[in-house]
């Protein structure tokens, strides 16, 4: 535009020392060819218009929107349009407690009411992206500032109309991905009807009040108290249980040794012993006793 601008002024310069009677007028034409020079070329360089990677370029003529956008590279257009570039790529926002999380400077966490009258707070971090076939409709009736406009206001409203049909409790533990499923699906809706996609909704932390912290903090503790004594009642019943077995072993044995061997077994077993201690070259001499007396065996060393 800025040449184009200057080629004009300076045609009207050429066209304006045009008259003999100035002593500068054999100026004029070569005024006039600089300006048509300059007037084409900003013509031609107001005509090609780069768009990066990840961008689409959305053209307004005086004030009408077109429907048609630009894709990434070098696209010619009326060297009079305006072009406005909208990111198509995947954004974040994230709303946090952390005063350098977010993109809003200090606490920006979202704080919910739940069911049972508990403020609970919430971070929470959206990914989304711009679909590039509706970047005309956004520009055109909500402007490049959708970001604030759009995302900010429509997830934080989501959050706190769905938040209410959950306990603190469940909301913090067994409910949590329920909770998200539930948001998401809702706000997905709500950015796809205004030319936004909704990729992920990530919610990053739940922070509970302190006495509920307290609360579940003592649950827990009976729990694993609980679990830690049934564990210990569990082995006790194993010990009892192998000493059990143990004692039964010991009576079948001795039942055994009481009812199966009578006096002709024990007299058998008595001469085999004899027969083996008779053999060994350590034995020499063998004194017999008695009946069911026991062998006495006298050893050289």
Do not use: C
């Not at 002593?23 to 084409?40: D, E, H, N, Q």
């Not at 005509?47 to 990677?53: G, H, L, N, T």
């Amino acid at each position: 535009m800025f040449f184009i601008t200057l080629g004009i002024l300076v045609l009207i310069a050429g066209f304006a020392i045009n008259t003999p009677a100035l002593t500068f007028s054999r100026y004029s034409r070569p005024a006039k060819v600089v300006g048509v020079i300059l007037l084409l070329f900003g013509l031609l360089s107001a005509s090609v218009r780069q768009i990066d990677a990840g961008q689409v370029g959305v053209i307004s003529l005086f004030g009408n929107v077109s429907d048609r956008t630009l894709n990434a590279g070098l696209n010619f257009v009326n060297p009079l349009a305006n072009v406005a570039e909208f990111d198509i790529k995947t954004q974040n926002y994230t709303m946090s407690a952390s005063h350098d999380e977010g993109q809003k400077q200090g606490d920006d966490a979202i704080r919910v009411l739940t069911a049972d009258g508990l403020e609970v707070v919430i971070d929470l971090t959206v990914l989304y992206r711009v679909m590039s076939s509706q970047a005309p409709k956004i520009y055109r009736e909500i402007g490049p500032d959708y970001m604030d406009k759009i995302v900010r206001p429509i997830t934080r409203t989501r959050i706190r109309d769905n938040a209410v049909y959950y306990d603190a409790v469940a909301l913090y533990s067994s409910r949590r991905d329920e909770f998200q499923a539930r948001i998401y699906k809702t706000i997905e809706a709500d950015f796809r009807k205004r030319g936004l996609s909704l990729e992920q909704l990530l919610i990053r932390n739940i922070d509970l009040p302190a006495s509920v912290k307290k609360t579940i903090e003592s649950k827990i503790n009976a729990e694993q108290d609980a679990q830690k004594m049934q564990f210990v009642l569990q082995k006790e019943r194993q010990e009892a249980e192998r000493k059990r077995v143990e004692a039964q072993g010991i009576a079948d044995y001795q039942k055994i040794l009481s009812t199966g061997l009578s006096d002709k077994q024990l007299q058998y077993e008595q001469i085999k012993a004899q027969r083996e201690l008779a053999a060994s070259p350590n034995a020499k001499i063998v004194i017999m006793g008695g009946r069911g007396n026991v062998p006495l065996i006298l050893n050289e060393k």
